[in-house]
């Protein structure tokens, strides 16, 4: 559980301090005002002083308005002129379901205390002034600020109870659900009414981060088996690229000495997908094979006689050349030749493999430079905003024109449409960079085999010439001379016999590796079929009582787009949905905010109860589209009701104090009503929060 | 529809009918209960063009000139020249006179303008010499001093700059062999 117990906002200017403190009751609230007042700048607050800005995509900097930011509007002696504002912070005050309370204040602009430190007070520092001691502070939007112990949000996840899962994300990793993607569940900001489902969090490049935050906080149980799977499946992913690894280097080891290896196959026994419970792959007869008077032979049966030859040409000697050109030396320096031909043909073609590989690798390496220089630069934005407020650049600060105070994005983004804010940008470069090394990677391993590949082919070659001059020279010799064919002869049949029983003894170290391999696959796959397929009927059951919740709600506020029965929960997106339709563009205005209201609510509902849901539910204008008085009427009425057991509410609202005192169920309601005044109004006394 | 089996991460069931569609070596009717929905996904915008970098280079590029103060046209070549290592080899290459007599050495920088009416209007840099030129303010100044203050800030940019020293209206001329800028 979650409640705010109230939420202080305030400004220092060149004219005198400003303040607003608003407390909230812990079940059924209503903050009323008139338009421009200031009740979107209450939540816009609270979401600021949690961390969750980043939750509003549109805009990475403080969501606040310029009261906060640069100059607040005053009425003096009926002249309206601007004060500049100094500094600026806002605080809330929340307690959980133990009681646990806790005060969380975080300045908009101070010349010291950056954006990204939180100052936390152990106590309800807001309600009670004597609780403002020295705060601990802590820090956000940092790594780690959702996991270490002096990150602001782990504070707040563990307020919560919540432990934050692994999900999936677009490049195959997975990454913390973080609190930002949760939060649209809880807080609805004004321009968010557009479209019947929560905000949509993109910037971790989660995948269905609205169907992950839904599963979270409604606990369902499928996503847990999905979650293992995901886990199963990149480990069987990194257990094939080692098989491929090992693999490939028992082709390399084999191809040095001419040789192929057989009995390993190109994938290990359940390391495809359709695979279901394999027998590990066995590697008994994995063997090298040579290319002998053309068949392939394993290297053993080739070893036996190899040896004998040597042997026999020890025990021969060197026998004296011949006179007049014996047709023996003639026939073998023949067969030399055109072995040695051969050879040269095949060393031609793997140069030219090798020049690609390299031209791949060195452009590789170009596109990895241009990737890294760009991630740089926009980390390196990052540091030049606080920079920039050291020095009291404020565009660089909050990114909004100095002269006319419009935000600068249009300056940035020319005519390119939505773009990634700074932060997206690097994730996005970072998996870039990623992808790239990878290729890279794998372009050096093949560049490397290539390599080693023509190594061993110039070796061959070399050896044949050798024996090819030297049958040359016994052709030309003069009569009863010792052989030089026969001694290099002898000389690479040794080197040949030493050569292949090494290449052997590193096989075995590798044969036995791909076993070790062969048995993890094996295992991996055996636990993925066992994994229960399809959704787990308390899921299913789970969802239809949101469903079915959503539906009341909304029969109740005469939803009158078509039937209300046709509006399910999408199996895949967990969004509210008519089959074949598009929600946001299909129905009425009116009727989105209907289905939205009633959509969260019923999560809260079913959240709270069996999941992990706070109950609190922050829903700023939803009356904008000129919902008709009576339907809003009865959003209060469920809203109220909800709240009686499931948690607490905040809605603001614009509607006039006499129709919304007819409007309201009479005992249920805490009513916040600031009236025709802005929300800052002048508060001289020195705040116990200011530092 | 055809069945498609399950992975890891649960797809949408029209994203695996259009992935399966796609890797089908047959060519088959797209069934008319499929719902393709194209959404326009947000663009990646150059570092080269954020505000925020733009301006603590222009920053930076005044504060490595003589008197902190340069010829806009002088600024345009070198924030042009901070752009790629193919721009910062080219200006290397002219710096060390290695260029054809008549290639051109001017170059523009498309953003620069609006880059230093923000700044000027932020009191970080201000016109001199009948608008032809600018330099660094006192507020400028104080953040050239923090930029160089972290040795990681901007690192290829600084690097590149250093290695120009001295560098100042003069040097260009006399570097660039054009006189008349």
């Known amino acids: ?691 | 529809m055809t069945e498609i089996s399950s992975s890891a991460v649960p797809m949408h069931r029209d994203e695996a009918t259009v992935l399966h569609l796609a890797s089908s070596a047959e060519v088959v009717a797209v069934p008319s209960e499929l719902d393709i929905v194209f959404r326009m996904q947000p663009k990646q915008v150059e570092a080269r063009h954020r505000v925020a970098y733009r301006t603590a280079l222009v920053v930076l590029v005044l504060s490595h000139f003589n008197r902190r103060a340069a010829k806009l046209t002088n600024l345009h070549t070198v924030m042009w020249a901070t752009r790629s290592a193919r721009t910062r080899r080219v200006f290397g290459a002219w710096w060390n006179g290695r260029r054809f007599y008549n290639a051109s050495t001017e170059r523009l920088d498309p953003d620069l303008q609006i880059t230093l009416n923000l700044a000027i209007v932020d009191g970080l840099v201000a016109p001199a010499g009948e608008g032809r030129r600018v330099q660094l303010t006192k507020k400028g100044i104080e953040l050239a001093h923090l930029l160089d203050g972290e040795p990681e800030l901007l690192a290829i940019e600084k690097k590149f700059l250093g290695a120009l020293e001295p560098l100042s209206d003069a040097s260009m001329d006399r570097r660039l062999g054009e006189v008349q800028r």
Not at chain 1, 15 to 26: C, D, E, I, K, S
Not at chain 1, 342 to 369: H, K, P, T
Not at chain 1, 597 to 615: E, F, K, N, T
Request: include cysteine.
């Open chain 1, 1 to 691: 559980m979650l409640r705010l117990r109230a939420v202080r906002l305030r400004a220092h200017t060149i004219g005198g301090r400003f303040g607003r403190t608003v407390a909230f009751g812990p079940q059924f609230n209503v903050l009323r005002g008139d338009n421009s007042r200031g009740k979107t700048q209450v939540v816009q607050a609270v979401i600021y002083a949690l961390g969750m800005e980043r939750m509003l995509q549109a805009r990475a900097n403080a969501p606040l308005g310029s009261a906060l930011t640069s100059e607040i509007r005053t009425t003096d002696d009926e002249q309206a002129h601007g004060l500049a504002v100094v500094s600026s912070w806002v605080a809330v005050e929340l307690e959980n379901s133990v009681g646990r309370i806790t005060t969380a204040q975080r300045y908009v602009r101070h010349e010291r205390l950056q954006p990204n430190i939180v100052r936390v007070w152990d106590g309800p520092a807001l309600t009670d002034p004597s609780w403002a001691g020295a705060p601990d502070d802590l820090f956000l939007h940092l790594p780690g600020s959702a996991s270490r112990e002096l990150g602001f949000h782990k504070l707040l996840t563990d307020m919560l109870e919540w432990s934050l899962p692994e999900v999936p994300t677009y490049t195959g990793e997975s990454r913390t659900l973080y609190p930002d993607v949760l939060f649209p569940f809880l807080i609805v900001d004004q321009q968010s009414w557009g479209s019947a489902g929560p905000r949509r969090v993109g910037r971790y490049q989660i995948r269905d981060p609205i169907r992950r935050s839904a599963e979270f906080l409604l606990s369902l149980e499928g996503p847990v088996a999905d979650r293992r799977r995901a886990e199963l499946d990149q480990t069987l992913a990194t257990l094939r690229t080692q098989w491929a690894a090992a693999r490939s280097a028992v082709d390399t080891l084999a191809g040095v000495v001419g040789g192929r290896v057989s009995g390993v196959p190109q994938h290990a026994a359940g390391a495809q997908a359709r695979a279901t419970s394999p027998e590990p792959t066995r590697l008994e007869a994995a063997e090298l094979q040579l290319l002998e008077r053309d068949e392939w032979l394993s290297a053993e049966s080739v070893l036996t006689p190899l040896a004998e030859q040597i042997a026999r040409a020890h025990a021969a000697g060197q026998r004296h050349v011949a006179a007049d050109q014996d047709p023996e030396t003639v026939r073998q320096l023949d067969e030399a030749r055109s072995q040695l031909a051969e050879v040269a043909a095949a060393v031609l073609l793997l140069e030219q493999d090798l020049s690609l590989g390299e031209a791949q690798l060195a452009a590789l390496d170009r596109r990895l430079n241009l990737l890294q220089e760009e991630r740089d630069r926009n980390v390196d934005i990052r540091t030049l905003v606080r920079l920039g407020s050291q020095v009291a650049a404020f565009h660089l600060t909050d990114h909004n024109c100095p002269t006319c105070r419009q935000s600068l994005d249009p300056v940035e983004a020319g005519d390119l449409g939505p773009v990634l804010d700074v932060d997206e940008t690097v994730a996005l470069l970072n998996a870039q960079v990623s992808t790239t090394q990878k290729m890279r990677q794998r372009a050096q391993e093949s560049v490397t085999q290539a390599s080693n590949s023509y190594a061993a082919m110039q070796r061959r070659a070399d050896q044949l010439r050798t024996t090819v001059r030297a049958f040359e020279a016994d052709v030309m010799a003069p009569p009863e001379a010792l052989s030089a064919g026969d001694i290099a002869t002898q000389v690479t049949l040794q080197l040949r016999y030493d050569e292949l029983q090494r290449t052997l003894a590193a096989l075995r170290e590798r044969f036995d590796e791909l076993g070790g391999l062969a048995q993890q696959i094996a295992a991996v796959r055996a636990e993925l079929s066992h994994l229960p397929a399809g959704t787990p009927e308390t899921d299913t059951a789970r969802l239809s009582t949101v469903a079915l919740g959503m539906r009341q709600k909304l029969s109740e506020t005469r939803f009158d787009s078509y039937d209300v029965s046709a509006v399910e929960i999408d199996q895949d997106s967990l969004r509210p949905t008519r089959e074949g339709y598009d929600l946001d563009i299909d129905v009425s205005a009116s009727d989105v905010v209907r289905i939205k209201v009633a959509y969260l609510d019923s999560i809260r509902v079913v959240g709270q109860q069996h999941g992990r849901h706070p109950g609190l539910l922050i829903l700023d204008e939803p009356r904008q589209q000129d919902i008709d008085v009576d339907d809003f009427a009865a959003i209060l009425n469920y809203l109220a009701s909800s709240s009686s057991y499931a948690g607490q509410t905040i809605i603001t609202t614009a509607t006039p104090r006499e129709q919304l005192d007819q409007l309201l169920p009479s005992t249920l309601s805490h009513v916040i009503d600031l009236g025709q005044e802005r929300l800052l109004q002048p508060d001289p006394r020195t705040d116990p929060l200011d530092p």
